[in-house]
């Protein structure tokens, strides 16, 4: 019995060696580390848009480029307003449109009241997104859409030798072969002229015997006795006894501002050698603004 307990003993440490043997051939021990090459990473950044911001009118043209090209489904344009300048804006907004599409570098605004504005745009690809650019805009727009114009009020335009101003409370007459200035009053709070067809309506009251009437209407700034032409039509017909209500249009090319001192006007030249009669108290004219804007 004894030698079959030392063979078991023996058999029991020849197992317990091997499993130590075993145990430590398993391990593992890191000595240093590597990378390969082709699994390198490196970051990138999007490129920040450069964006510009133009008025015409009462509509604000946004345009941006797209300096990192992205491109397909996945890519767009965030675009943003915020009332104020960008210094300090106020809550950004999307665009109605916003995102745009990777190939839209352009886009236009309306907003409903005049005032400084702040644009933003950012590129955006999946869940990436480009630093902002910012670009403000001022709109010079008062809500009115139509003006009376009446012959000038004491003071207005400083009206010298070369610039006749109508006056009068009833019907204006304009002398032959002369012309006189209808203003709009500084309360009304014009601000600029935008570009664009303005229509101005004339009435004239009916005369005992028919005759023909030919006349120019310039619509244009006044400042200090000097008024400037900005745009005129010129019209003929023959008036009776029924009288008259005249329609033009009057284009002007470029946007004007009219700062402290200058007025919206019109002037309006008589071209025959019989006196022009203008209906309504002094005169009164409308002036409406191209479809869009305001004064």
Partial sequence: MRGIKAIVIVGLAAQLLMM?????????????????????????????????????????????????????????????????????????????GSPFTATTLTATDAPAA??????????????WRSPTATAAATLQQSGVPAFRLRSGTPGVCFAGASLRVAAGDGNVVIRRDSDALFAAPAAEG????????HVATLSFPGISSSRNVSYTVQLGTCRNGVFTSLAS????????GSGATRVLTLRVSNEVALPSGTYLAV?????????????????????????????
């Fill in 20 to 96: 130590l043997a075993v145990g430590q051939s398993t391990a593992a021990r890191f000595t240093d580390d590597t990378r390969a090459a082709a699994n390198a990473f490196s970051a990138k950044t999007m490129q920040t848009p450069a964006l510009t911001a133009t008025t015409s009118g009462a509509t604000v043209i946004l345009d941006w480029t797209n300096p990192d090209a992205p491109a397909g489904a996945n890519a767009s344009f965030i675009v943003q307003r915020a009332s104020g300048d960008c210094s300090a804006p106020g809550e950004f907004t999307a665009l109605p």
């Fill in 114 to 127: 005049g005032g400084v504005y702040c644009y933003s745009v950012q590129t955006a690809l999946y869940s």
């Fill in 190 to 197: 014009a601000a600029r002229v935008a570009a664009g067809d």
């Fill in 233 to 240: 039509a010129s019209d003929g017909f023959r008036l009776d």
């Fill in 267 to 295: 002037r309006i030249i008589n071209e025959r050698s019989q006196n022009l009669r203008l209906n309504g108290p002094q005169g009164e004219s409308t002036l409406q603004a191209p479809a869009g804007a305001s004064y």
